[in-house]
């Protein structure tokens, strides 16, 4: 199962960003935390209600890795510019800070949802391998085989 509340944390996060850009002395910064905030609801509603299963056309995981590639990128950006001309603005710092974190978490997102698209082929129970059985045949020694003679297993 999909650990949706992954997204729930990306959220949380996103929201502390937000407010440490905020209360920075420069509030240009809160743009990523609001887009990654609001990437981070309509993913966690889309897993949390199932739409994943019902909206089919849509590859919910290219998505999320598109998500997760972007929000990363903005985000490591974003974060090392802040860290590096934060000198004197601690809430610039933390957000900084805070943003590297998330891009960890946006990445763990992602590897879940990678790893929970992957589905196993179905094995039969016949000798533990993924081969089908072979049909068994009824004939006689002396007659070939015929299409109505093969017995095909169920």
């Not at 849509?58 to 000198?87: E, H, K, M, N, P």
């Not at 809430?91 to 978490?105: E, K, R, T």
Request: net charge negative; hydrophobic share 45%; proline share 5%.
């Amino acid at each position: 199962q999909y650990d949706r509340f992954l997204f729930l944390g990306l959220f949380v996060l996103s929201l502390i960003i937000l407010i440490c850009y905020a209360s920075s002395w420069y509030g240009g910064y809160t743009v990523p935390a609001v887009c990654e905030m609001c990437f981070a609801i309509v993913f966690f509603c889309v897993f949390m209600m199932d739409l994943d299963k019902q909206f089919t056309a849509i590859s919910w995981v290219w998505s999320d890795l598109i998500r997760a590639f972007t929000g990363t990128l903005v985000y490591l950006i974003t974060s090392l510019v802040c860290v590096i001309s934060g000198a004197g603005d601690g809430a610039l710092i933390a957000g900084g800070v805070s943003s590297l974190v998330s891009c960890l978490l946006d990445d763990e997102v992602s590897a879940q949802s990678e790893r929970n698209s992957w589905t196993k082929t179905p094995t039969t129970e016949c000798d533990g391998s993924s081969n089908p059985p072979l049909p068994k045949f009824r004939q006689n020694s002396s007659s070939p085989v015929r299409a109505d003679q093969v017995q095909w297993p169920h």
